[in-house]
């Protein structure tokens, strides 16, 4: 094995430098978490437009029913919206408890409705014209800003979005009880390091990865034990919420599957499980944070929305416009938020989808201007160009 392999494995592995070590952060330290959903996930059946005659057109056999007594029917949020029935026992109680929020007609300008070009270019927060100099994302850029923070991304990769200047670990915690470097190898490469100008950086990356796997241990025998709990999204929110709770302020993780061309499903089916199965992770993420809930916040978002009208497989195609969700339990804004407009065939953008009316750049330059006091210039340098909204979400 030569040190570009072994390099190539680092930046792949649940390895750090220097700037990665851990600590213990108080409770009233803000956190933020960012949820990906790759695929473009249907926003239109999680937040459901129920006042407008038009969604039940265009979706004859995928739309959710109006909310009622059956238990298939949209849960209620206000006289326009309502939100999909999987969510009932997880996420819809922190709705009826101000600690969830919508912003739908989000996303971004780009239009190229392709899954890797939008969300490089979500990751990357240049947008149209403005491309900065070091070509990183824009997670790494506010990690850059805040003094004393320390980032993290629970993917198996390092994502575009934490790559750039500042050092990130990267951890996959679906697999962390079996790291891809054993003990014996580690020290054949911490050897082979030992003496030359990465050694100290070599040492540090074995030393994050091997404290992360002890933190969890305890929480993983326990789910070993209880099955229940043991598996999908549910349980690496956990290990994600320990992790943040005790050693990290800033993370990212993506969860794929959203790509729902054909059988998507209403009430029931492909798209309620992973509804559900997100909904239990996110619920139980806010469960595990305990009092440092009151200082955190999840976003989840997408590269875009999915058509309006179903397709003729019952499912539905790339689209633009989305739904963010802003979790909490400090919020400032809650219910439905963001600019919005009626849901009629007449406002759809390019007559298929939801147009874009909050930029995800500005929804999220006010984000963190807010939940980090950081100026106008500083937001400047995480999103070049962008005009930050306050929402008013923290």
Known sequence: MNRRTLLKTFAAGALATAAGRLFAAPANTPRFLLVFLRG????????????????????????????????????????DWGLHPALRDSLYPLYQNGQLAFIPFAGTDDTTRSHFETQDSIELGQGPGFLHSDHSGFLNRLAQELQGTT??????????????????????LRNASKPGVDARQSSLIASMYHGSPL???????????????????????????????????????????????????LGFVDVGGWDTHVGQGGATGALAGRFDELGRGLAAYADEMGSAWHNTVVMVI????????????????????????????????????????????ATLFQNRDYPVLNEYRNVLGGLFSRLYGLNATQIERVFPGAKPSDLGLV
């Open 199 to 249: 050694a100290e950086s070599v040492e540090q990356g074995f030393a994050v990865r091997d404290e992360a796997l002890h933190t969890l241990e305890t929480e993983m025998n326990q789910a070993s034990r209880n099955a229940i709990t043991a598996k999908g999204f549910e349980l690496e929110a956990r290990r994600i919420a320990r992790l943040m709770l005790d050693k990290y302020t």
């Open 151 to 172: 980032p993290i991304a629970f993917t198996e990769q390092l994502p575009l979005i934490m790559q750039g200047r500042q050092e990130v670990p990267n951890i996959a």
């Open 302 to 345: 997408s590269e875009f929305g999915r058509t309006f009208r179903e397709n003729g497989n019952r499912g539905t195609d790339h689209g633009h416009g989305t739904v963010y969700w802003v979790l909490g339990g400090g919020l400032g804004a809650k219910g439905i938020v963001g600019q919005q407009q009626a849901v009629t065939e």
């Open 40 to 79: 473009g996930y249907d926003a239109a059946n999680l937040l459901i437009p129920i006042s407008s005659n038009f969604y039940y057109a265009a979706r004859p056999n995928i739309a959710i029913a109006k909310p009622g007594n059956d238990l298939a029917s949209a849960l209620p949020l206000n006289t």
